[in-house]
């Protein structure tokens, strides 16, 4: 098999998993128990918290544990009161798409790279916005957004709300699930008041995630219950998922500069041995991604006869796909119907060597080329 699906899941890595398991067998306690083994439990849950926070330059009372990114992304949304307006990244996946939904929402324009228009982002923040939602890396296309530039022009906004006595806060949140792998992330230099971090993208265990909190951020709660995560989502800690989600960040950060080069130099073999190709994320990608299109054929068609061959990609996001939905992500960068259909999503991972790379690629341009055959009977 040679996965090339990175984006969609990564697995386990042996690490993250040998970390997890005494919290399965012998430490399975409640953390909120009152004998001591139960104390040592919820000291080392407190402990992870910590380091997860400490990945991103935070403090562990600034993150919540969610399960999952989407509930990351869904407990962001309710910072803001009800009748605020809302702007996300017309790329942004569905679970900032939906949560933003529910208010009354504008789309922000992409350029051709799936860059931020700050134009269009500026002409866009009314009075009573209250939320700007800005992926920092995209999960199609692996492009990397200006996030540092949004959050100045949010500081000179909120100044301008003060001198007016506006009332409305503003918060920029940012999800983050993507980016863990590649880049050094900073809340302070991000200038985010909200970060969504996923456990399942940086070969850790699904359905664990976190949101970074700014201080002045009030949230409120997801889950009603016994109080946990500052009653803010509660419900029994997930403690084995966050033991394991404080080693797959802790691996990741220390592989960053590894990671870069590796996935740089295994993009440039698939663009240079892959043939007849229109290169889609050209500028601005993170280096694991590589979206190709195959004008006039039909990815889902390729997808298959790569399976055939052991060779696993995807069209775009894992849900989308599923659905047999067109990715709203190239339509938003201006790509036909056609260029649309003939995409495919490479994302590179620890799973891959070099090796593999090269016999993808072959393996790619034989499945081209006999989709082609076929067609032209
Ligand atoms: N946000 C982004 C950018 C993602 O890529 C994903 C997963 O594919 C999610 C959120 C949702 O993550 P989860 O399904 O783990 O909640």
Same mark, same amino acid.
């Given at each position: 098999?040679? #996965? ?57 009372? &600034? ?12 407990? $962001?949304?309710?910072?803001? /009161? ?9 790329? !942004? ?17 992409? &350029? ?6 700050? &134009? ?78 996923? $456990?399942?993208?940086?070969?850790? +265990? ?14 409120? +709660? %997801? ?16 403690? +084995? ?23 740089? !130099? ?10 007849? #190709? ?8 993170? &280096?694991?991604? %590589? ?15 790569? !399976?055939?061959?052991? %060779? ?5 996001? $894992? ?23 003939? /995409? ?16 993808? $690629? ?8 006999? !989709? ?6």
């Amino acid at each position: 098999m040679i #996965y090339l699906d990175h984006a969609a899941a990564t697995p386990v890595s042996a690490k993250v998993l040998e970390a997890m398991k005494p919290y399965f067998l012998d430490e399975f306690f409640n953390p909120s128990s009152a004998y001591l083994p139960a104390k040592k439990v919820n000291a080392d849950y407190e402990a992870a918290k910590g380091e997860i926070a400490h990945a991103i330059g935070a403090k562990g009372n &600034d993150i919540i544990i969610t399960a999952g990114a989407t509930e990351a992304n869904n407990l $962001a949304f309710t910072a803001i /009161s009800s009748n605020a307006k809302v702007l996300y990244l017309k790329t !942004e996946h569905d679970s900032v798409r939906n949560p933003a939904r529910q208010f009354d929402y504008e789309e922000i324009e992409v &350029d051709k790279n799936g860059r931020i228009v700050l &134009d269009d982002l500026k002409k866009k923040i009314s009075e009573n916005t209250e939320m700007i939602s800005v992926a920092l890396a995209n999960n199609e296309l692996g492009t990397i957004q200006p996030l540092a530039e949004i959050a100045s022009l949010i500081r000179e906004i909120r100044i301008e709300r003060m001198q007016k006595k506006n009332p409305h806060p503003l918060f920029l949140h940012s999800d983050a699930s993507q980016a863990m792998n590649l880049l050094d992330i900073n809340v302070a230099r991000l200038g985010v008041d909200l970060l969504t971090l996923n $456990a399942a993208k940086v070969y850790g +265990p699904k359905g664990v995630g976190a949101l970074y909190v700014a201080h002045d951020v009030r949230l409120k +709660p %997801v889950t009603l219950g016994g109080g946990q995560e500052n009653g803010l989502r509660s419900g029994t800690q997930n403690v +084995p998922g966050v033991i394991g989600f404080a080693v797959a960040l802790k691996n990741a950060k220390e592989h960053l500069n590894g990671n870069r080069k590796k996935y740089a !130099e295994m993009r440039k073999v698939l663009l240079n041995e892959v043939k007849d #190709y229109e290169l889609i994320n050209k500028k601005y990608s993170l &280096d694991n991604f %590589v979206v190709l299109c195959f004008d006039g054929l039909d990815a889902e068609r390729l997808i298959y006869a790569l !399976e055939d061959r052991g %060779v696993y990609v995807s069209t775009g996001a $894992a849900c989308a796909a599923s659905k047999g939905v067109r990715s709203h992500v190239l339509m938003a960068i201006g790509l036909t119907e056609s260029e649309i259909a003939g /995409s495919l999503r490479i994302t590179l991972g620890e799973t891959n060597t070099l090796e593999q790379i090269h016999e993808a $690629a072959k393996i790619i341009n034989e499945v081209v080329e006999a !989709e082609k055959a076929r067609i032209s009977g």
